[in-house]
Every structure is written in C-alpha cells, then in structure tokens.
C-alpha cells in the first residue's frame, strides 16, 4: 500500500490500483469515470487488489465491493463508504473521514454519492452509476 500511496501524490494521479499479478493502474480523471470504465471492463483485475485513491464516496465505494477489492486506501473519504466497505469486510484505511463527499462546487452533495445513497446492491449501483455517466456524457 505505501507504493501506491506514493505514486497517489503525483500531481497527474487521481487514484492507483495493483492487482494480485503486480499490475499498477493509475487514474487520472477526477470522480468515478476511471473506476467504473476499469469495473465495466476489466473487473477481474481489481478482484483481490488494492486500491488508493484520493476521494472515495459511496458510489465507489459500492463499485469497490462489487469488485471484490482487499484493501483500500484513501485520503479523504465519506462515512457512507467506510460503512460500505466494513460491511463487505473490505480492509479502509484514509487520512481524514467526512460525513459526504461534496461536488465540485461544493454547493451540495457529490451527485453520485448522492445517488447511491439508499442503494445497497452493488450491481444496482454500477447500473445507477452507468446511467449517471451516460446521461451526463462523462462516458
């Protein structure tokens, strides 16, 4: 984990995952767009991985636990996802726990944290969180 903590702290890294083969693969798009491109596509490489990430809300968190993730690291990250990832007895570990995560603006509550709010499925996130993307062309 403190690998991947490391290349977290370059400017251009919004998240990083190794799988269980050692493959390292870096996010730079901020929000979920990169996970959930990487869950829709290849899932079977976050299966058993760890991942470190900047900001981790519920929606991700959701998508973490569909993909059956071991460990992961944020450096800030909601108690929704905390929950999310304890209950699915995932390992979590962050720097600092807010009660949601905000937008961009900061004028309310991330959409997609929002949006997965009374979601408890998994799978019914991913389509939630694809629906969200698609509509807002981010995909």
């Not at 636990?65 to 304890?86: D, F, N």
């Not at 390992?91 to 600092?96: A, E, F, G, I, Q």
């Not at 726990?97 to 991330?110: A, E, F, K, L, S």
Request: with cysteine; hydrophobic share 45%; net charge negative.
């Amino acid at each position: 984990m403190q690998q991947l903590k490391e290349i977290l702290n370059r400017d251009d890294v919004r998240g990083v995952v190794r799988s269980l083969t050692g493959e390292v693969i870096e996010f730079h798009n901020p929000g979920v767009k990169d996970l959930f491109n990487l869950v829709a596509t290849r899932r079977q490489v976050l299966e058993g991985a760890y991942v470190a990430d900047r900001v981790i809300g519920r929606g991700a968190a959701l998508l973490l636990v569909l993909s059956h993730v071991e460990r992961v690291y944020a450096q800030l990250i909601s108690s929704h996802a905390v929950q999310v990832l304890q209950d699915a007895e995932i390992m979590v570990d962050y720097d600092k726990m807010v009660q949601c995560i905000m937008n961009r603006d900061g004028t309310d509550m991330c959409p997609v944290e929002k949006l997965t709010m009374t979601v408890t499925q998994p799978d019914l996130a991913f389509e939630k969180i694809e629906e969200f993307l698609t509509t807002n062309k981010i995909i």
